[in-house]
């Protein structure tokens, strides 16, 4: 119990450390962004045009507009749990085997799998309508997880021919939730607190 508490708050620390340990320059730096380029970081250079995916200064390509688009009508439909957690493993797995197959440099695998991890956390905030996004996912986007693997099973290695910023450009949003404008945002806080709790064992 000791281990799982005292590590978030190690990191705390260490961040906190970390943004006010350098002079601040208000000419160079502002309190809002203060973005180091990833571009050849540390001098590795499979980091070799890191910043071009999202654009400098954007780390998480937290996107702030979509494109939603309605060529056909998607509504949910529920499955067992089980069913959508094994779907999700797939996907965790395949991003790991992605970094350790095809990323030779750890401190490269590091930085790229926090990218990951930052970017897709912010869907949280569509599903909970608290980011004025609407819930959905790019189609375009979807549509290439078949370029993933060659017909032997490996790994491909061709360029997928898109770039972080096409992300949220044709998003379909599925109809059919239980939303409900008076009650849900409450309903998705205590949702959210819990699974939080259960995440840091508090
Ligand atoms: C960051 O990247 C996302 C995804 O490409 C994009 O939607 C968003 O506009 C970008 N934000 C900035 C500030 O460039």
């Known amino acids: 119990m000791f281990a799982k508490i005292a590590l978030p708050l190690l990191s705390i620390s260490a961040l906190a450390t970390g943004a006010f340990a350098a002079p601040f320059n208000p000419k160079t730096q502002s309190l809002a962004a203060r973005y180091t380029s990833f571009d050849n970081w540390g001098g590795y250079s499979s980091l070799s045009g890191f910043d071009n995916f999202y654009g400098s200064d954007n780390f998480s390509g937290e996107i702030s507009e979509e494109v939603v688009v309605h060529e056909t009508e998607v509504v949910c439909e529920s499955l067992s749990i089980t069913i959508i957690q094994q779907k999700l493993l797939v996907l965790q797995e395949m991003a790991k085997q992605i970094i350790t197959e095809q990323i030779c440099e750890v401190e490269t695998q590091t930085i790229v799998f926090e990218q990951y991890i930052s970017s897709v956390s912010h869907f ?48 379909i949003v599925p109809g059919g939730s239980n939303w409900n404008d008076a009650t849900s945002p409450s309903s998705v806080q205590s949702a959210y607190a819990a699974a939080q709790s259960a995440i840091s064992g508090n």
């Open 124 to 171: 949280s905030s569509s599903i909970m309508h608290s980011n004025g996004l609407s819930a959905g996912y790019d189609s375009s986007i979807v549509s290439h997880y078949s370029d993933l693997y060659n017909s032997d099973g490996s790994l491909s290695t061709s360029d997928l021919g898109f770039s972080g910023s096409d992300a949220g450009q044709s998003v």
